[in-house]
Nanobody, 127 residues
């Protein structure tokens, strides 16, 4: 079955950086779009970033307004990995971050499009 395993979370000071990784198995990775979502205590599940499957036109990415310009999503199809580089971190970025797989191949913001999820990795940003 599909398995997604996140890593790279931790505690960092405001202004610092972290890189999250997500290892995928049990799926034809190159055909899936991949996304990152997060959930902070007492808050709703929130879209962070998504990257489409490769096509003849290349790959597309999408970011929430709150992380645009600070976070970068990327993928390595040879390794079945997706990454989230997070720079200029703020205390409000504190959350559990989840990796998700979307079989449509297009990058979507709606969590309903994703049919596989990881267990999450905690990111804590101190002020």
């Amino acid at each position: 079955q599909v398995q997604l395993v996140e890593s790279g979370g931790g505690l960092v000071q405001a202004g610092g950086s972290l890189r999250l990784s997500c290892a995928a198995s049990g799926l034809t990775f190159r055909t899936y779009a991949m996304g990152w979502f997060r959930q902070a205590p007492g808050k709703e599940h929130e879209f962070v970033a998504a990257i489409s499957a490769f096509s003849w036109s290349g790959v597309s990415t999408d970011y929430s307004d709150s992380v645009k310009g600070r976070f970068t999503i990327s993928r390595d199809n040879a390794k079945n990995m997706v990454y989230l580089q997070m720079n200029s971190l703020k205390p409000e970025d504190t959350a559990v971050y989840y990796c998700a797989a979307d079989p449509t191949g297009a990058s979507h913001r709606s969590s309903a499009k994703y049919d596989a999820w990881g267990q999450g990795t905690q990111v804590t940003v101190s002020s």
